[in-house]
């Protein structure tokens, strides 16, 4: 009986810069999207109550840029996470 060949694994290519790089910008460009847009008013799905918006800052590590994307938050629903971060911006 002939012996079979084993089969053969092929390494997975590894990760190089520029696909991390290409990952980065597009992330970036991204996030420079999402902060461009205004913030649509709306009401929240659970209970109809109009929602606000409330920036949040986002960053990339090793990076010095920093983008404000408004992030929609129902005052009704969520008051008391709304409430915690009201006190902490009167401070």
């Known amino acids: 009986m002939a012996k079979q060949a084993s089969p053969t694994h092929a390494k997975a290519p590894a990760v ?3 696909v991390k790089k290409n990952w980065k910008i597009e992330i970036e460009t991204l996030l420079d999207t999402i902060s461009a847009q205004l913030p649509a008013a709306h009401r929240c799905e659970n209970c109809g109550f ?5 920036d949040v800052l986002f960053f990339l590590a090793n990076n ?4 404000n994307i408004p992030l929609s938050i129902c005052t009704k629903c969520n008051r008391e996470k709304y409430l915690k971060f009201i006190s902490r911006q009167a401070t």
């Not at 010095?64 to 983008?67: A, D, V």
């Open 16 to 18: 190089g810069n520029s």
């Open 50 to 54: 109009e929602m606000i918006n409330i």
């Open 64 to 67: 010095q840029r920093g983008w």
